[in-house]
């Protein structure tokens, strides 16, 4: 021990907050993180990387959204057709250059949630990966996965990607409808 630790009996430590923090973790972040499966968390990358491509400034439900699309077979299946999956596509490809300008300059907020996370996520999109981690917790699943988590985005009707599903003419209720039918019990979101 030093004389300083010897004079005031503390010890060198940390806040394990402080430490987070300063290396750019958010540990609410972390842990909602960490109850994603393996195929989720790779849904999660994909959404960061589209976020910042697109020169977003948090990762939305539509980044989410597009990415579950274009990775999760079941996600797919969760929809009418291949069409209306292509359609969807289409309108979310679309968002980097056209009605998605919009949202390069405002939060995605439903309004339920009065303040911006500083972690990269839009507040709809934090709460959905809360809610899609409660959804596994409730079947009885450490982790959530991707149908949780579109479960988690269809049923929040303020966000970006109920938007889009609806600009591209999918019917969101029949689709929630769609998704309880398939896990054998509704989302208490």
């Known amino acids: ?14 806040s394990r907050t402080s ?10 972040r972390l ?30 439900t539509a980044h989410l959204l597009h990415t579950l699309l274009e990775s999760d077979p079941e996600v797919r299946e969760a929809f009418e057709s291949g069409p209306q999956v292509a ?3 289409g309108y ?10 919009r949202w390069q300059s405002s939060v995605e907020d439903s309004g339920a949630i009065p303040v911006v996370t500083e972690d990269g996520w839009s507040p709809v999109a ?4 809360e809610v899609a981690g409660e959804r596994a917790l409730r079947r009885g699943d450490e982790r959530a996965g991707a149908v949780d988590l ?5 049923a929040e009707p303020e966000s970006r990607a109920v938007e889009v599903l609806g600009r591209a003419g999918v019917d969101v209720q029949a689709l929630l409808a769609r998704i309880d039918a398939a896990s054998g019990r509704g989302i208490e979101a």
């Open 1 to 14: 021990m030093t004389r300083s630790e010897e004079a005031d009996g503390v010890r060198d430590v940390q």
């Open 19 to 28: 430490h987070h923090q300063a290396a750019g973790h958010d540990p609410a």
């Open 150 to 154: 579109l479960a988690a985005i269809v």
């Open 126 to 129: 934090a709460g959905a990966l």
């Open 92 to 101: 979310l490809v679309q968002r980097s250059i056209g009605y998605g300008l």
């Open 31 to 60: 842990d909602i993180e960490a109850r994603l499966s393996a195929e989720l968390a790779t849904v999660v990358i994909g959404a960061r990387r589209r976020a910042l491509r697109d020169g977003d400034r948090q990762i939305d």
């Open 87 to 89: 359609r969807l596509l």
